[in-house]
């Protein structure tokens, strides 16, 4: 039985059109990534703190600093894993305040704690930071010793 030169063309541009449409399939996901990346960046360059607005269901800071506390106050602080305790749990006697913001390194907390922890008062704090230094060090692994250090330095 001889091999049928129609049908072999026939699979060989089937086979071909099933690569590039994979191929133009795989660029087009890479390159949504890169452009949300690179807007990612871009808001860091114009915000480098990030989104400092407040959550819903919050205290705001001028209802925990005027007049007398309603209770101890407890400020949560650092990264997204601080951000995502919503709701915080209830304690009674105690103001829980969420300062959380995802995707701030140390070096951006370190900026903000004077504002968002220490002017509260706080009779205690809760502080989650680091993950997102260390993150870059599969990004930068020349430079681990470095990132370490200073997320160390920071906290």
Same mark, same amino acid.
């Given at each position: ?46 915000? #480098?703190? /990030? ?5 819903? %269901? &919050?205290?705001?800071? =001028?209802?925990?600093?005027?007049? $007398? #506390?309603? /209770? ?5 602080? %650092? &990264?997204?894993?601080? =951000?995502?305790?919503?709701?915080? $749990? ?13 995707? =701030? ?51």
């Amino acid at each position: 039985m001889g091999k049928n030169p129609n049908r072999m063309l026939w699979w060989s541009v089937v086979l071909l059109v099933f690569i590039l449409g994979g191929s133009l399939a795989g660029n087009v996901v890479i390159y949504r990534q890169l452009v949300e990346t690179c807007r990612e960046l871009a808001l860091v360059r114009l915000h #480098p703190l /990030g989104p400092l607005g407040q959550k819903k %269901g &919050d205290p705001s800071r =001028q209802q925990i600093l005027q007049g $007398p #506390p309603a /209770g101890k106050r407890i400020v949560f602080f %650092g &990264d997204s894993r601080i =951000q995502m305790w919503h709701p915080l $749990p209830t304690i009674p006697h105690a103001v829980l305040i969420n300062n959380g913001i995802g995707g =701030q390194t140390t070096a951006q907390c370190l900026v903000r704690i004077d504002n968002d922890v220490v002017a509260l008062k706080p009779e205690l704090v809760v502080i989650q930071v680091g993950i997102n230094d260390l993150k870059y060090i599969g990004l930068f692994p020349h430079r681990q010793s470095k990132i370490a250090n200073n997320c160390f330095d920071n906290i």
